[in-house]
């Protein structure tokens, strides 16, 4: 485990929370980066990623226009903005890196962080 992700915790539905994820500046400057999501009994997602270089996102589209992710290249801080939660959203929240964005949508993760919970109440 080299991603250290945080943020979470627990919301109301409609409410917002915004998760960081720091990683080593040689991992941080030549990964795609992103979020993906497992809540117990359901199958698990990768809820948004951005590629390293040129800023090319993925959004779910359940969190599409709701949840915006970003890169902060000065602190090799990976950060997921997440608004207008629904009480769908309660899952444990993973930080994930890759050499490319095809490889994080094949679940194919090369780092990945401890994982932070979210919980949205209705």
């Known amino acids: 485990v080299q991603l250290v992700g945080s943020g979470g915790g627990s919301v109301q539905a409609g409410g917002s929370l915004r998760l960081s994820c720091a990683a080593p500046e040689s991992i941080f400057s030549t990964h795609a980066m992103g979020w993906y999501r497992q809540a117990p009994g359901k199958v698990r997602e990768l809820v948004a990623a951005?590629?390293?270089?040129?800023?090319?996102?993925y959004y779910l589209d359940s969190v599409e226009g709701r949840f915006t992710i970003s890169r902060d290249n000065a602190k090799n801080t990976l950060y997921l903005q997440m608004n207008s939660l629904k009480p769908e959203d309660t899952a444990n929240y993973y930080c994930?890196?890759?050499?490319?964005?095809?490889?994080?949508?094949?679940?194919?993760?090369?780092?990945w962080g401890q994982g932070t919970q979210v919980t949205v109440s209705s």
């Open positions: 994930v890196a890759s050499p490319t964005l095809s490889l994080l949508h094949a679940y194919r993760f090369h780092y």
């Open positions: 951005i590629i390293s270089i040129g800023g090319s996102e």
